[in-house]
């Protein structure tokens, strides 16, 4: 399985029918960032195939907990790098809420 974008696999290359089948597919073969040229579309995919039950909201939930670390890790959430977009009033949330899961 090519790790593509499933917009990319459906409108392009057209290794699957639907937004659906390219969206189950990518999170099975462990895609994290499910990027698409229209984001709405890729929500609607992913929602849909939560609710039929062919993505497991733990793989949902691995996808994003390896998404924050990396962010984590690059410093995205260090209060003292005001270049980054969560540094500031929102770092103690974000940090806070993270530690949660």
């Not at 392009?12 to 229209?38: C, I, K, N, R």
């Not at 039950?53 to 990396?70: A, P, T």
Request: net charge negative; with cysteine.
């Amino acid at each position: 399985m090519l790790r593509l974008p499933p917009s990319l696999q459906v409108d392009q290359l057209h290794f699957y029918g639907t937004m659906e089948e390219a969206v189950v597919a990518s999170v099975g073969a462990g895609v994290d960032g499910l990027f698409t040229s229209d984001p709405a579309r890729g929500i609607a995919s992913l929602t849909a195939a939560l609710e039929d039950g062919n993505v497991d909201e733990r793989m949902l939930d691995k996808m994003i907990s390896r998404l924050m670390l990396n962010r984590f890790r690059l410093g995205e959430f260090d209060s003292e790098n005001p270049a980054f977009p969560f540094a500031g009033p929102y770092n103690e949330y974000v940090v806070m809420c993270w530690h949660a899961v």
